[in-house]
């Protein structure tokens, strides 16, 4: 974790400082997410999560109002925005503070939210796949998590250099690179990219790893999503020693304890 390349994020002139790991925390205004109990509704519902975030040592919120798991019921913009709009402002009433991310994929919600509650990190598990996305981002000058949402041997690692590439050519600064874990790709890929993870350090970017309670986890062994929490760990103990700079994940206070251990600890360099 000492070698980990010093970044900032700046969302909207506060600078989010990644020269120590941050834990982005998931908040589902949803009522079908994968891991149940992750799934938040009421308005009670939402400012205790978001609450509990920060208590726990999240520094980022991330709020998304439409599950991308299998098998998940189409939600189109309307609804979404239906959903997105009472939590956020939930969010940003009960903790002020807190640096706020949207996990969507859909610039025309980009786009309202910005105008309705101000600068946020766009969280796009999509790659881009709104032919607006990158533009607007750039525009209006937000940090953007760039995924990798496609199947591993056809595209890795050449899809997000190019993808990159747009990016910078549009004027955006901040990046935020995700590898993709659980978006288009089988088991087996998912630990082939888990475990080239410093690779993607080569982009030169701050990288986030969201890899909280996924199927790569508990399709492996054989358990569920709400037994996967010792799993979850010991993947995001190695993917802070790869040097990841942000986990985004349900259990903040776990990740929490993950992070303070590691910069307790001091290893002999190789």
Do not use: W
Request: glycine content about 8%; some cysteine; aromatic content about 6%.
């Amino acid at each position: 974790m000492n070698d980990i390349p010093a970044y900032t994020l700046n969302v909207g002139g506060v600078l989010v400082d990644l020269s120590s790991p941050c834990i982005m925390g998931i908040l589902n205004a949803t009522p079908d997410s994968f891991f149940a109990d992750s799934r938040r509704r009421t308005e009670a519902e939402v400012a205790e999560r978001a609450r509990r975030i920060v208590e726990e040592g999240g520094g980022i919120i991330d709020v998304g109002a439409v599950s991308t798991r299998p098998g998940a019921s189409e939600v189109d913009e309307a609804e979404e925005l239906n959903r997105l709009r009472p939590a956020l402002a939930v969010v940003r009433r009960e903790c002020p503070e807190a640096i706020l991310s949207v996990d969507t994929f859909r610039a025309g919600v980009v786009e309202r939210m910005y105008d309705e509650f101000g600068p946020f990190i766009v969280n796009d598990i999509s790659g881009g796949a709104d032919p607006e996305m990158f533009a607007l981002v750039a525009r209006l000058g937000l940090p953007y998590v760039l995924t990798h949402n496609l199947p591993v041997p056809s595209s890795f690692p050449f899809a997000l250099p190019s993808l990159l590439s747009r990016l910078r050519e549009l004027g955006q600064k901040d990046v935020i690179i995700d590898p993709g874990f659980g978006f288009n790709k089988t088991l087996e890929e998912n630990y082939h990219l888990f475990g080239h993870l410093a690779a993607f350090h080569a982009l030169r970017c701050p990288l986030l790893v969201g890899i909280s309670r996924k199927s790569m986890i508990h399709r492996l062994l054989d358990i569920t999503p709400a037994e996967a929490l010792n799993g979850t760990t010991v993947l995001h103990t190695l993917a802070l020693c790869e040097g990841a700079h942000i986990l985004r994940v349900h259990d903040v206070k776990a990740a929490a304890e993950v992070i303070k251990i590691l910069q307790q600890c001091s290893f002999p360099s190789a």
